[in-house]
């Protein structure tokens, strides 16, 4: 059993910043890859940000440049650094992960709660 909690939402000015956390805990042996995404009303819930158990990262065309993703291991811990936002970065932010519960297990894909993101003036 494998639980993600979530943080660091809320309103913000456009310009602004915020930094999201997500932890996972339970029974864990190995986390795969971490990441983000984000879903709107009326759209597909999409990739934000990834991270690889290398350290490799991946990221949204439109976010390039203003998010960064980032992880403390020891912690089973992962971030997202959201600086310069604008008003269509508004949404609710999903953190996952993909996650070994011990050696030789399946992998398994796991949801954090959603935390809102809302930018405007």
């Known amino acids: 059993q494998v639980q993600l909690v979530e943080s660091g939402g809320g309103l913000v000015q456009p310009g602004g910043s915020l930094r999201l956390s997500c932890a996972a805990s339970?029974?864990?042996?190995?986390?795969?890859?971490m990441g983000w995404y984000r879903q709107t009303p009326g759209k597909e819930r999409e990739l934000v940000a990834a991270?690889?158990?290398?350290?490799?990262?991946n990221y949204a065309d439109s976010v390039k440049g203003r998010f960064t993703i980032s992880r403390d291991n020891a912690k089973n811990t992962w971030y997202l650094q959201m600086n310069s936002l604008k008003p269509e970065d508004t949404a609710v932010y999903y953190c996952?992960?993909?996650?070994?519960?011990?050696?030789?297990?399946?992998?398994?894909?796991?949801w954090g709660q959603g935390t809102q993101v809302t930018v405007s003036s």
């Open positions: 996952g992960c993909t996650t070994q519960q011990a050696r030789g297990a399946v992998a398994h894909t796991y």
């Open positions: 339970g029974s864990i042996f190995s986390i795969n890859a």
């Open positions: 991270i690889t158990s290398s350290g490799n990262t």
